[in-house]
């Protein structure tokens, strides 16, 4: 079983910069491939980044890709989502979600993760 929790959400301006942090609990945490999904009001889940077991590989949805940077710290069970430029349209609730993964490739399905977090709101307006 693993718990994620997600912070540093909130209120951002346009072009401004938010560091959303995901903390899991268990002593597996490096067994597990990372992804960050967002899901607007209105909308379905979307993927927005996820990285693999070691750190040493990412990928991004193309909405996000050159703005926002995920990594991981397995010493410490965290994995984090930079994200820079910010648009109105980044507005959503994002969540951190873990699968456990045998290999070091990376995934892009909500589908295929095992657990999430509970959310964190991201609002970018003036």
């Known amino acids: 079983q693993v718990q994620l929790v997600e912070s540093g959400g909130g209120l951002v301006q346009p072009g401004g910069s938010l560091r959303l942090s995901c903390a899991a609990s268990?002593?597996?945490?490096?067994?597990?491939?990372m992804g960050w999904f967002r899901q607007a009001p209105g909308k379905e889940r979307e993927f927005v980044a996820t990285?693999?077991?070691?750190?040493?590989?990412?990928h991004y949805a193309d909405s996000v890709k050159g703005r926002f940077t995920i990594s991981r710290d397995n010493a410490k069970n965290t994995v984090y989502l930079q994200m820079n430029s910010l648009k109105p349209e980044d507005t959503a609730v994002y969540y951190c979600?873990?699968?456990?993964?045998?290999?070091?490739?990376?995934?892009?399905?909500?589908?295929?993760?095992?657990?999430w977090g509970q959310g964190t709101q991201v609002t970018v307006s003036l």
């Open positions: 979600a873990a699968d456990f993964s045998p290999t070091l490739g990376v995934e892009i399905r909500p589908m295929e993760y095992d657990y």
């Open positions: 990285i693999n077991r070691n750190g040493g590989r990412t």
């Open positions: 268990g002593r597996t945490f490096r067994s597990y491939v």
